[in-house]
Nanobody, 123 residues
Framework: VQLQASGGGLVQAGDSLRLSCATS????????MGWFRQAPGKEREFVAG????????FYADSVKGRFTISRDYGKSMMSLEMNSLKPEDTATYYC?????????????????WGQGTQVTVSS
């Protein structure tokens, strides 16, 4: 099972980035998916999640209104559109496939993890 996250980079505060996560249909089509991030010296934290149907998505308070999670079932991909980026958004971002059809916030609710993509936001 492979998850391939991409799209990270170095941007300035206020800029936008779009992260993508490619996975196999067999791996993710019936499962929730999510994005997490981990900054240096900090614990991994939930960013956004989306259920298997794409009908329900939810976000950490810190990114609500700025980030948008979506799924493209035809391409077996998940994306995270990040707008109005802040320096505190700097972290390595990971995509993950949930154990269940619904996504949730705890990391142990996710079975498969991607390798991470670095996002750095300068002030």
């Amino acid at each position: 099972v492979q998850l391939q996250a991409s799209g990270g980079g170095l941007v300035q505060a206020g800029d936008s980035l779009r992260l993508s996560c490619a996975t196999s249909r067999r791996t993710s089509s019936n499962n929730g998916m999510g994005w997490f991030r981990q900054a240096p010296g900090k614990e991994r934290e939930f960013v956004a999640g989306i259920d298997w149907s794409g009908g329900r998505s939810f976000y950490a308070d810190s990114v609500k209104g700025r980030f948008t999670i979506s799924r493209d079932y035809g391409k077996s991909m998940m994306s995270l559109e990040m707008n109005s980026l802040k320096p505190e958004d700097t972290a390595t971002y990971y995509c993950a496939v949930a154990r269940a059809a619904s996504a949730s916030t705890p990391g142990d609710a996710y079975r498969y993890w991607g390798q991470g993509t670095q996002v750095t936001v300068s002030s």
